[in-house]
């Protein structure tokens, strides 16, 4: 996920006590019963409570915008312990675990430009708040060679690190989180379940600034420290979910469960990656296809394409940007980029889709991906447009190339995330609209509607500003 829209390439997460924590989705399996015949008894009691447990689906009420120019984020609400309070959390698909500041946070913010009300989590005001402490599974299992200054009382720290430099640093505690269940069509009941999650206690960069506050990160990767994880070992979901991100409205839908209806075309994700990854096979500009080195996309560790929710804009390898950028500019000559921040930008009177070409984007299983000229542009002012894509490697710290696709191309798009069937996929949708999702347990079919917990005014500040800022320096290069 990015922190800034501008900044973001990749996203790393280091635990203090592990820096290579995996988070690939590989689980050690072990049979858990013998087959005696005390054995056979607890099988059959033990699928009896299987069969017992709430598959149901779960609706996460979002808000924020993911443009530029905008928010630059999606967040949602989620409720936190005993009694349960309010937390807005950035949605991220590029990251792990969930985190939210702690009260004794250094350097946190206290209020956001974003219209919403930050709530520091304080364990010892909820009842059923816990602490982890490092000599318990859920930490050791982040550090295979186990913790050498482990004492039963020490507690099992985090240190998040992200693309932009941007940190979190804390510790895990376990209580329970709230959530909204679906019970009917567009009826929510409360669903609750117990979660280790981070209390942020230092923030670093832009984790403590208002202008983009939020009360922490909730993270939808595939390791088993993230809470879907969490949630569907303990039987309450299913590992499958999805985002419709709407970038003409704002908020959208973030639905946990099996969605049914619209169906999605799917394509597999890379195996034994660290995020949701695919492969991209070639990318079509106006109806050509770039001609670009074959194995652009498909490495030689096969790591392909990163999906993520988290990230603003979209990040292409130098190799395939420049032809890209060339090719869309080609169709309108006479016009001029100017650098503004770390964007290029120019003036453009009239429709962007009529003067610009769409790009399709294709991948494995007869998968594309069609972005269009007014998402991949981004208006700043009357007539003033910024490029949304962006060069990966121009980005970078290291310098390392990778493919990344954010909410540049994923808003206004039904994307479904399937960690059971290791597949991901999306369909052109109105987000804004409804989408169907089926009860495990009954079968039941329940349809699930767009929200959006914006504060309106607080997004039109943020805006403004952001706008204000890059409209003036384009003007100041022209002229």
């Known amino acids: ?178 959530y909204n269940q679906a019970s009917g069509n567009l009826q929510t009941t409360e669903g609750n379940g117990s979660v280790i999650f981070g209390c942020g206690a230092q923030q670093s960069g832009d984790l403590g600034t208002s202008g983009e506050a939020v009360d922490g990160i909730l993270g939808f990767g595939q390791s088993n420290s ?57 990318i079509e500009v106006g109806g050509t296809v770039l001609r670009l080195p074959s194995d652009i996309f498909d490495t030689g560790d096969r790591s392909g394409t990163i999906i993520d929710s988290g990230t603003t804009l979209a990040y292409l390898p130098e190799t395939v940007f420049t032809p890209l950028i060339n090719t869309i500019m080609s169709s309108q000559p006479a016009i001029n980029l100017h650098a503004v921040q770390e964007f290029q930008c120019f003036k453009f009177t009239g429709s962007v889709d009529d003067g610009f070409p769409s790009v399709t984007l294709h991948f494995d299983s007869d998968l594309s991906l069609t972005v269009y000229p007014h998402e991949y542009f981004f208006q700043i002012g009357d007539d003033a447009w910024c490029i949304g894509w962006q060069n990966s490697g121009m980005q970078s710290k290291d310098g390392k190339d990778v493919t990344l696709l954010g909410d540049l191309v994923l808003s206004n798009k039904l994307v479904v995330y399937d960690l059971e069937n290791q597949t991901i996929g999306w369909t052109e949708y109105n987000c804004s609209s409804n989408i169907q999702v089926q009860d495990e347990k009954t079968g039941s079919i329940y349809s699930i509607g767009a929200h959006d917990i914006s504060t309106a005014s607080g997004l039109q500040m943020w805006s403004f500003r952001v706008l204000l800022c890059l409209a003036a320096a384009l003007i100041n290069l022209i002229h």
């Open 226 to 282: 993230s809470v879907i994880s969490q949630l569907a070992s303990a039987g309450k979901i299913k590992k499958v979910f999805g985002h419709c991100l709407d970038s003409v409205n704002g908020g959208g839908i973030f639905a946990i469960g099996n969605i049914v209806r619209p169906k999605v075309k799917t394509t597999p994700m890379v195996p034994y990656q660290d995020h949701y990854n695919v492969i991209m096979k070639a």
């Open 1 to 178: 996920m990015d922190r800034k829209a501008v900044l973001l390439v990749s996203v790393y997460l280091l635990l203090l006590s592990d820096s290579s924590v995996s988070s690939t989705g590989l689980f050690r399996v072990q049979r858990k019963f013998a087959g005696n015949a005390n054995s056979m008894t607890e099988l059959k009691s033990h699928d009896s409570r299987r069969h017992g447990r709430m598959l149901g689906a779960v609706d996460l009420h979002l808000g924020g915008i993911g443009l530029p120019s905008e928010a630059g984020l999606y967040f949602g609400e989620i409720g936190l312990g005993t009694p349960s309070k309010k937390y807005y959390v950035q949605v991220d698909t590029g990251s792990d675990i969930l985190w939210v500041n702690c009260i004794q946070c250094k350097r946190c913010p206290t209020k956001s430009d974003l219209g919403v009300e930050l709530t520091l989590y304080d364990p010892n005001s909820s009842k059923s708040g816990k602490l982890v402490t490092c000599d318990q599974p859920f930490c050791s299992s982040h550090n295979r060679d186990g913790i050498p200054t482990c004492t039963p009382d020490m507690l099992c720290q985090y240190d998040v690190t992200y693309g932009d430099g941007s940190t979190t640093a804390g510790y895990f505690v376990k209580d329970v989180l709230h």
